[in-house]
């Protein structure tokens, strides 16, 4: 099963990447719980995945976002994803990577959560380096 999830969360950011949003909302649960690093609080369900995602879009005036790695944690998913863009209002140009750990039950996304480090994401799975 666990196979099986890298896949979903492999088609949820290709979804992501092409702008499919039925493909998107097809793989996230409806009553999701979303963390983003930069929010200060969780957003729930569908709506509340477009709300953060829409704020952080508009914080740029173009971006580039690639998975990097895929990691295999039971119904877990940690993703390695390098991000590269240019702020909307500073201009200032980004270069960084980010974790994000995908939570699955029933090839459903049911939680995201984004870590600044690797190895604070392996340890949210339970894992280490």
Do not use: C
């Amino acid at each position: 099963m666990s196979q099986e999830n890298v896949e979903v969360v492999r088609r949820l950011y290709e979804a992501f990447l092409r702008g499919d949003q039925s493909a998107i909302i097809a793989g996230l649960h409806p009553e999701i719980e979303w963390r983003s690093i930069e929010d200060t609080e969780t957003h729930h369900g569908h709506k509340g995945v477009a709300t953060s995602v829409a704020g952080w879009l508009e914080t740029w005036d173009e971006h580039d976002l690639k998975p990097e790695e895929y990691l295999d944690a039971g119904d877990q998913v940690v993703v390695t994803t390098r991000l590269r863009g240019r702020g909307r209002q500073s201009g200032a140009t980004v270069q960084t990577r980010y974790f994000a750990v995908w939570q699955l039950r029933d090839e459903q996304a049911v939680a995201y959560r984004e870590y600044p480090s690797k190895p604070a994401a392996l340890e949210a799975v339970g894992l280490s380096e």
